[in-house]
């Protein structure tokens, strides 16, 4: 090289002229490739909701709270109820348990509803599309179906036979788990996006009601609000309640008879929730008999350890076969070889001043009589996939239908009914979206991550908890709610942590950019599954070639 010749050389490893390494295009000796795809993830899967919850919790341990909150709303329009009331099936499911504990997503969601409610977000009704919907019943269905029709752009009137909103919500959770200024702020802004709620609406006849108003489509989602009972046989006259109706008078500030020794006969939630009530009412003494053993009763573990906290007692493997007067005669049970409990013909007794039946609800399905198209099978309307009945334009959910009967789900059901119904009125099919494949925690590498411990939410004391009917279950703070947001594993969706950008031996991915994630040079990929390998969160696939 002379000295006018001022051409610089390119260092030979990313020089593009011929002979150098880059030209050897390496993708020629592979079998198989590695491919970038969103796996889903199981907290998502478990949510009845159909939360997009990894995604939420990815704005959230941002600290931007608004964009979590909104994508919440996208699937769930009652954050700060759900984070009290939702028996959180995605905690149970999240892979972190097998590394530490669950993320605590509810915790989480509940401080992304309340801040909602302390800044007044808020969210907008979409362009008017001419056509009316009408909803019977503003439980937890009838509020998502309405919401989401709402954003949708079509006119909802939701008719409620009772004098407030909130359904099973309301009337069948006591205020101790479920402070009613924090529902009533969360109805009230699904009525600011346009939704006409009617109290004290009772419906009698649904073809009538729908052709005055002029109503496109109906959903039905009254909740399972009438009592099961059995015939105890009974000499005296020692009160016999349904739950339901002691939960709702409570609510109603009505007299409820819950004095002296109360004697709560079930082992399910609404059993709990009467005798931790009962103690709130000053109860001498409150005994829950239940059938089942402890570990097969149907109440969630924690509400039945806060019931014997707050001073309830628990009689297991028990039934009542008869009242005298103030004594009832309960019969010692035993678990059968099927696990089901079987009578021994032992007796014992115990006094009681009250007895409360808190033994399950049906639907009145009366207000569906007379309707052609409509079937009920075995206390449950039947539905197609979409959620339309048998009847043109009427569709249910909810308690209504078959299903696991939570809120929860009701919200779910509230939200598929929408999009069903949305269909519906603009002549188009229905589809279900297609899932992804659910990653489990043999797709993670779960070294990369950090320990770090749950944030438990606080409690109130035993005391202070028996006492009345005041919160029981604290909030976090905008602290530890960013710490526990940052626990989520990204299961199965890319989170740019360049792992697969910085052990690719042939430099064969690219990073696009923030939140573009990256692409593979397959030029240059030989295939040695070094990315999928070594991703933390199981967002690489490697596929055969010929795919």
């Avoid at 909104?70 to 348990?97: F, K, W």
């Avoid at 009505?254 to 005798?275: E, F, I, K, Q």
Wanted: with cysteine; hydrophobic share 35%.
């Amino acid at each position: 090289m002379n000295g006018n010749d001022i051409t610089q050389l390119k260092p030979f490893a990313v020089t593009l002229d011929a002979g150098t390494s880059l030209l050897n295009k390496t993708g020629t000796w592979r079998t198989e490739r590695p491919v970038y795809l969103d796996r889903l993830p199981p907290c998502n899967h478990a949510c009845p909701a159909g939360e997009n919850i990894q995604a939420w919790l990815g704005y959230a341990e941002e600290g931007d709270y608004e964009a979590a909150w909104r994508q919440i709303m996208d699937d769930n329009p009652l954050p700060a109820t759900m984070g009290r009331v939702c028996y959180h099936p995605c905690e149970g499911e999240c892979n972190r348990v097998q590394l530490d504990e669950a993320v605590g997503i509810n915790s989480v969601e509940r401080f992304l509803g309340d801040q909602a409610l302390k800044y007044g977000w808020n969210m907008v009704a979409g362009e008017p599309s001419g056509k009316c919907v009408m909803i019977i019943g503003a439980g937890p269905g009838g509020l998502s179906a309405a919401y989401h029709l709402r954003r949708f752009g079509h006119e909802v009137t939701i008719f409620e036979a009772s004098p407030k909103a909130g359904g099973m919500v309301r009337y069948g959770i006591p205020k101790y788990r479920m402070p009613r200024e924090k529902l009533q702020a969360e109805i009230e802004r699904i009525e600011a996006m346009g939704v006409e709620i009617k109290l004290e609406a009772r419906i009698d006849d649904i073809a009538s009601t729908r052709k005055e108003g002029n109503f496109d489509a109906v959903f039905l989602c009254i909740g399972a609000q009438k009592p099961r009972r059995i015939e105890i046989p009974v000499q005296g006259e020692l009160p016999m309640l349904d739950a339901v109706a002691v939960l709702r008078d409570t609510e109603l500030e009505n007299p409820t008879s819950l004095r002296g020794r109360v004697l709560v006969y079930g082992g399910g939630n609404t059993a709990m929730d009467v005798a931790r009530t009962a103690v709130r009412m000053g109860a001498l003494q409150t005994t829950v008999v239940v059938l089942e053993s402890r570990e097969k009763m149907p109440a969630h573990e924690f509400e039945v350890h806060e019931a014997i906290e707050e001073g309830a007692e628990l009689l297991n493997l028990r039934s009542i076969k008869q009242v005298s007067g103030n004594t009832v005669t309960l019969e010692i049970m035993v678990v059968g070889e099927d696990r089901w409990p079987q009578p021994t013909g032992q007796f014992e007794t115990i006094e009681a001043d009250v007895i409360v039946q808190a033994l399950g609800q049906d639907i009145d399905a009366s207000l569906l009589e007379g309707i052609d198209g409509i079937d009920i099978n075995n206390g449950s309307v039947e539905v197609g996939f979409d959620l339309q009945t048998g009847a043109e334009g009427i569709f249910a959910g909810g308690d209504m239908v078959p299903s696991v009967r939570t809120v929860t789900t009701s919200i779910g059901h509230g939200k598929k009914a929408a999009r069903s119904i949305d269909a519906y009125l603009r002549g188009q099919e229905f589809r279900v979206p297609a899932k992804h494949e659910i990653v489990d925690f043999e797709k993670l590498n779960t070294w990369y991550y950090s320990d770090a411990p749950r944030t438990l939410r606080p409690m109130l004391d035993v005391l202070r908890r028996s006492s009345g009917f005041a919160e029981v279950v604290g909030d976090l703070d905008e602290g530890n709610a960013l710490f526990e947001a940052r626990r989520c594993m990204s299961c199965g969706n890319c989170f740019e942590c360049d792992n697969c950008y910085g052990v690719c031996p042939d430099n064969a991915v690219t990073k696009l950019g923030p939140g573009k994630r990256f692409e593979f040079k397959y030029d240059y990929c030989k295939g040695c599954a070094m990315c999928a390998t070594e991703c933390p969160c199981g967002a690489i696939k490697m596929v055969p070639e010929d795919i």
